[in-house]
């Protein structure tokens, strides 16, 4: 996905990708999340499944570090996140929200023309 | 029905993996018992936050949790059981829970772990208890997801 993000926006800021592994625990990513992210600045994270391990365990790091964490990311919220100027705040993640929500359409559905 | 499941998983509730498993074991209550999640109000609400729609969720630590796998195993309702390590089975077991069979499903890595099977490790402590478990009766079975065939602790403990 940061590939795709790269060839889209090119140059990015300060963006990580970690992944969960198979062989992971819920404290080995969570080490791996804590070397990511830069201590005493505000991180977005972004995770793909609400209620996944890695959500879990980033909702659980956000009692001791500055962490906003957004699931169900899609390229169209990763790119929007990247390319802002804005601080991150509340008002920063309401307006995310909708951008990773209408990335999501039934896009053939809305053809007009039927097939042959 | 009583007691549909009884598994070890560290991660608890992930995602869709507790979807599949609750369906799969047709049950609705998952009773988590876990002395360091029961005892902190902020990973009960991350925990909580992570169940499936519809799911009740109850968080314990062991001597409660003992006690509620107790009354859910007389219970009309199937209970799922989540815990994060084989040592807190033991320790249900010898507080007198009866449960057949251990599901083991998901140990990650760890300083003191060592590859067991597939993606699963075990410490020294978490081997003992398996073994434990299973001259108490209890068979241990390694199956990660609902899909997979449940491999005997037995057959892979070179211990």
């Not at chain 2, 869709?16 to 109000?41: F, P």
């Not at chain 2, 968080?59 to 199937?78: C, P, W, Y």
């Not at chain 2, 009766?137 to 390694?142: C, D, F, Q």
Request: aromatic fraction near 2%.
């Amino acid at each position: 996905m940061l590939a795709s993000a790269a060839m889209i926006s090119g140059e990015m800021g300060r963006v990580q990708a970690v992944g969960l592994e198979p062989t992971d625990s819920p404290e080995s990513f969570a080490e791996r999340v804590e070397a990511a992210i830069d201590a005493g600045r505000p991180t977005l994270v972004l995770t793909d499944l609400y209620g996944g391990t890695p959500h879990n365990v980033v909702c659980a790091m956000a009692r001791h570090h500055d962490v906003r964490c957004i699931s169900g990311v899609n390229l169209g919220l990763l790119l929007e996140a990247l390319t802002t100027t804005d601080a991150l705040d509340d008002a920063l993640v309401e307006r995310l929200l909708p951008v990773a929500r209408d990335g999501i359409v039934d896009s053939t559905g809305r053809l007009s023309l039927s097939r042959d | 029905m009583g007691l549909r499941l009884v598994r070890v998983d560290d991660r608890l509730i992930h995602g869709q993996v507790a979807t599949i498993w609750l369906k799969a074991v047709g049950a609705s209550r998952v009773i988590i018992v876990d002395d360091r999640t029961a005892r902190d109000d902020f990973l009960r609400e991350v925990i909580e936050l992570a169940a499936p729609a519809g799911v009740a969720v109850e968080i314990h630590d062991v001597a409660t949790g003992a006690q509620r796998m107790k009354e859910a195993s007389q219970a009309a309702e199937a209970a799922f059981v989540l815990m994060r390590s084989p040592t807190t089975a033991l320790q249900l077991r010898e507080a007198g829970v009866a449960f057949d069979v251990l599901n083991i499903g998901g140990i990650g890595a760890g300083p003191d772990r060592k590859p067991l099977y597939r993606n699963i490790s075990a410490s020294q402590a978490e081997l003992e208890a398996m073994r434990r478990l299973e001259q108490m009766g209890t068979r241990v079975e390694l199956r990660i997801v609902a899909d997979d065939k449940p491999v005997a602790f037995s057959s892979v403990d070179r211990g």
